[in-house]
């Protein structure tokens, strides 16, 4: 095999999350940068030189046409305003790329179809930017209940809430209805996910409410999602940037034998053996455990690791093992465990609960 990297690279909306998807791309061998595309020419340069993307040595363009058509471009990297998602996908898909598309994939129900619709057909692979799932802390969770050790799950939250104003770089285009949607599809859909991929279970039912605190945005900045699950369990969502506190991504996953709260692992009728699971830890480097107490009196285990989804910064997020995984997946022909058709299950839950709010809670079946 030639030692070259095998797979070009175009990415498209050249600002803070896309510098996080080049440096990944630069530092997996089979991959090299080989098309920019931003709006504008000087403010590509200057966004790649604010985020430190080096080396950058793909060609610059104005026209996403230019990438579609380039013949030595594999993978599409979308990371535009949110609205654009959807028809940039599906254009790609179109020209025989394969695609990552930061979230959400889209903004309405229409879109998902035709997105997912477009990557079937043309039999490209596709992953979507749900790149929690591979921190540390999630992937911990997530084996604790698929090990069994959770027992049956009957009850799962998940919190986004992350006070973001007009700091954020995308400010201007995401606060709009049009740019950014709600906040369940411009934040609040990492929530969904993960309480779809920890929980191990389906949506069936939703209701939501929703409100609107801090200014400048043009939808509401709060929104509560009650689900029910699959086999009778239970399931909340809050998304929302209207309190006063850092950025908090709160899991609670409540079992029949044990249940998470952050990084506690708590019991009370069977006690969960410590040195057992220390035994088991999948990843020992990563994760360590400890005693702690819970309350005034309880015993628990203390789950620690130095990485958890506690951070609005993008460089904070694993981009690395979503795009590795991207990639791979087109090497041995498989499908991205993140791919659009799992996304797509996700969204619904957003657009449909968002639709649920605006109707003043009417519950809808999924």
Same mark, same amino acid.
Do not use: S, T, W
């Given at each position: 095999m030639s030692s070259q990297p095998s797979l070009g690279v175009g990415v498209v909306g050249i600002g803070w999350c896309a510098a996080q998807h080049i440096n990944a791309f630069i530092k997996n061998p089979h991959t090299r940068i080989v098309g920019l595309c931003g709006r504008d020419e000087a403010r590509t340069?200057?966004?790649?030189?604010k985020y430190e993307v080096l080396p950058h040595d793909g060609r610059i363009t104005t026209r996403f046409e230019d990438l579609l058509a380039d013949p030595d471009i594999h993978i599409i990297s979308i990371a535009t305003p949110n609205d654009l998602h959807a028809e940039q996908a599906?254009?790609?898909?179109r020209a025989g790329k394969h695609v990552l598309i930061e979230k959400p994939t889209a903004m309405n129900l229409d879109e998902l179809d035709r997105v997912s619709t477009a990557?079937?057909?043309a039999n490209v692979k596709s992953i979507v930017s749900f790149e929690l799932r591979f921190n540390p802390?999630?992937?911990? !969770?997530?084996w604790l209940r698929e090990s069994g050790r959770l027992g049956n799950i009957r009850f799962t939250r998940v919190q986004y809430l992350s006070r973001v104003t007009d700091w954020y770089s995308g400010w201007e285009w995401c606060r709009t209805r049009q740019g950014g949607g709600s906040h369940l599809l411009a934040?609040?859909?990492h929530a969904v996910d993960a309480l779809r991929w920890l929980s191990g279970k389906e949506v069936v039912e939703l209701s939501a409410y929703q409100t609107h605190f801090t200014a400048g945005y043009e939808w509401p900045t709060t929104i509560l999602v009650n689900m029910k699950l699959q086999d009778e369990a239970l399931g909340h969502v809050s998304s929302s940037t209207d309190f006063q506190m850092p950025y908090t991504f709160q899991v609670e996953v409540m079992g029949d034998k044990a249940t998470v709260r952050d990084t506690t692992l708590l019991w009370k009728d069977e006690v !969960?053996?410590?040195e057992e699971l220390q035994a088991a830890n999948p990843w020992p480097d990563l994760i360590s455990l400890e005693k702690t107490t819970y309350g005034t009196a309880f015993e628990g285990?203390?789950?620690n690791t130095m990485i958890m989804p506690d951070s609005v910064d993008v460089a904070h997020h694993p981009f690395q093992a979503e795009i590795d995984d991207l990639v791979d997946g087109i090497l041995t022909d498989?499908?991205?465990a993140l791919n659009v058709f799992d996304a797509e299950k996700t969204m619904r839950i957003c657009v449909l609960a968002d639709q649920s709010a605006e109707q003043g809670g009417a519950v809808i079946t999924l």
């Open positions: 340069r200057a966004n790649l030189e599906i254009a790609a898909a990557i079937r057909q802390y999630m992937k911990f !969770v997530h934040a609040g859909c !969960v053996d410590l285990i203390r789950i498989r499908q991205p």
